[in-house]
């Protein structure tokens, strides 16, 4: 069983920056995409950014697009979330997702941009 402990959120006043981190029990390599969602209050989860693990390639989501960056550290079995010009809309549970037969799920972390 593969346990993922999410951190870095916060309060961020809009412009600012955040780097979530999702920190996995095992070894990453052995998973196939990892990747970011994030749910806002009263609305469904969606996806943010992907990034496979063989070749590296990355998306995101157009609301996301030239803000966030998704990156991986094998050696720390960690997967990172670097959110730049964070902005009020962004204010959701931010959620890593790890896949391979199957989807690990983090618990979540907050993150709050205030205007």
């Known amino acids: 069983q593969v346990q993922l402990v999410e951190s870095g959120g916060g309060l961020v006043q809009a412009g600012g920056s955040l780097r979530l981190s999702c920190a996995a029990s095992g070894n990453i390599f052995r998973f196939n995409t990892m990747g970011w969602y994030r749910q806002a209050p009263g609305k469904q989860r969606e996806w943010v950014a992907t990034?496979?693990?063989?070749?590296?390639?990355?998306n995101y989501a157009d609301s996301v697009k030239g803000r966030f960056t998704i990156s991986k550290d094998f050696a720390k079995n960690t997967v990172y979330l670097q959110m730049n010009n964070l902005k009020p809309e962004d204010t959701a549970v931010y959620y890593c997702?790890?896949?391979?037969?199957?989807?690990?799920w983090g618990q979540g972390t907050q993150v709050t941009v205030s205007s």
């Open positions: 990034v496979f693990t063989v070749g590296g390639h990355t």
């Open positions: 997702k790890l896949t391979s037969d199957v989807d690990y």
